[in-house]
């Protein structure tokens, strides 16, 4: 069958909600479903309307309609199963609540659940179960991001609440030692004032005296309380001491100067610089030092300070008639530094019966140790390891014919038939100690047409943009270790190779373990974390 559109309208022929799987012009679609009042009748609850070129295949749904727009040549009785899906769909996803308010509110959910049921016009082999879980897409791995970012958040905050308090302690430092404060300010040295500033306290964020329009001033000091006023030479007019002096008509000898600098200002900058902080200096000022190096990111203690990941990679050409052809494992072993203080590290090492596998370490470790006994170490231990950096320190590789060490073996049985091929394949995992997760299995299809799939142990998946039939598992372990899938297309059987296989592992092939971390200098023990992974770099039967 080959589903036009599906879409669901209001009985005086108002769409609601439509959802195109082939390429339809705007106008064609509006045509047809305007059309479809029309043709129905009454009195019927599950039906079916032809035209000379379509076919409605529709269901009442309280006050609306469901509907499927299909070509003469689909099959009827599938387009029915299609249809009986989707209101479970539409069911599910307004709450039991169908009308038209409740459509409109569940529009973009329902066309997401619609693509999940058919795909390119053809319908997928879902369930209501499934298809809930595919548009829910709860993700592990994306919660514990989320976790990070937060926690990562949090110490940045708590990071600058304690660099906050820190230059005010060294602020408060300075002032008792007779600083004037944070920078030289627009007004300092010169003004609109007699004495340089805006008010006869230029230079300060508090009140500046008696005058109210001199009541602040971005002078010289940035300290918050209010300093003690200033006393002034007596004027002729006989205003106090404590008075400021007014300004005059005559233009002051000096106008307002930006970029002049204070001598107490800047040696208060420097005396921060000398002490490691970076400061920002107004662009109008001489800038600052720029050479003091940026702030490593901050370890987090709930973490191991050595993070170690073994990862292999998979290179595996199965016989379509049975035996190996290749087989090759490509291992790496990483070291990632995460606390700046254990950067000088050792790790011991314990290996298994490794037989065949070649071993090759990074130039900068020490090789004795390694082949005596089993410790990856510094050939130079004053040359700490970068932090926060993936950095390889040992390689090995193994290849040969041996069919005990494929993990997953692919047997493909392709059958000429009067209309094309039958194929069944099956799996079977050889080593039983061995979890596969994410295991997808490509089978071409040289027509492009989706086959009839018949039997199948877990989830199938035609892509007709790819020519492919992807045969899907969420892992295989000890309790499914076999597995088979039996389809027909109108293929020849020889196109259906090569078959293609691709899933991950939390394992290593090569017998190799952490013993222990422990620091270069005192020989204490450092917390660390290992992580393995298997991934297909390219597992194919051919």
Known sequence: MVVLSAAIATKQGKTLVARQFVEMTRIRIEGLLSAFPKLIGSGKQHTYVETETVRYVYQPMESLFLLLITNKASNILEDLETLRLLSKVVQEWCQNVIDEDGVLKNAFDLVFAFDEVISMGYRESVSLPQIKTYCEMESHEEKLHQMIKISKMNEAKELAKKKMMEMDR?????????GSGYGSGIGSNSGFGPSGGYGPSAGNYGQGGSNPTSSSGFGSSSQYNRPEPQTTPKTSSG??????ALPTSKAPSK????????????????SLRSEGE?????????PSDTS????????NPLQGAVQVLIEEKLVVQLNRDGGVNNLEIKGDLYLTILDENKAKVAVRMQQGPNSGYQFKLHPNMNKQQWGEQSILGLRDPSRPYPVNNKTPVLKWRLQGKDEAMVPLMISCWPSPTAGGSTVNIEYELLNRDVELSEVSIFIPISNG??????????????RPKESQLEWRLASISSSNPSGSLEFSAPVDPASVFPVTVSFTAASSFCQLDVVDVSNIDDQQPVTYEVRKMIATEDYNIS
Do not use: C, I, W
């Open 449 to 462: 047409q989706p086959p009839q799939v018949s039997q199948v142990d877990g989830l199938y998946k035609f």
């Open 170 to 178: 060294r602020r408060a430092e300075v002032e008792r030692q007779g």
């Open 239 to 244: 205003r106090g001491p404590t008075e400021p």
């Open 255 to 270: 106008g307002m100067q930006l970029g002049a600098k204070n001598k107490k200002s800047d040696a208060m900058l420097s």
């Open 278 to 286: 970076a400061l920002e200096v107004s662009p109008t000022r001489q």
């Open 292 to 299: 003091a190096p940026a702030p490593s990111a901050t370890y």
